[in-house]
């Protein structure tokens, strides 16, 4: 049971764009933080960047910051991630996640609840 399902990924070269999705199955995220997450071959699965579920503040990894966007279309329940100028090195599965319930704003990867089931991201250079 996927509770998250994310889309959007592919191949592209270096210096491209892509825009991830994650919309919500079987159940309502309206009112949670969300995190997107990536997993690299022979790597730990590391944070990318996070939304909150009040006011959508934006927090990102130092490695993506000023190229990663994510936002919110809560009619929708989906959150984005808008990928800009992408690098060899943002070859991943990119997951999206939620806490375990709404009205909570979590930091620690361990903390996130709900996850989905991931969609590849490869940059060829």
Known sequence: QVALVE???????????????CTASERTFRQYARGWFRQAP??????????????GSTYYADSVKGRFTISRDTAKDTVYLQMNNL?????????????????MNVVDQKQYAYWGQGTQVTVSS
Not at 8 to 21: C, D, H, I, W, Y
Not at 87 to 103: I, L
């Open 42 to 55: 022979g790597k730990e699965r590391e944070f990318v960047g996070r939304i909150t579920w009040n006011i």
């Open 7 to 21: 889309s959007g990924g592919g191949l592209v070269q270096a210096g491209a764009s892509l825009t991830l999705s």
């Open 87 to 103: 690098k060899p090195e943002d070859t991943a599965v990119y997951y999206c996640a939620a806490p375990p319930g709404p009205y």
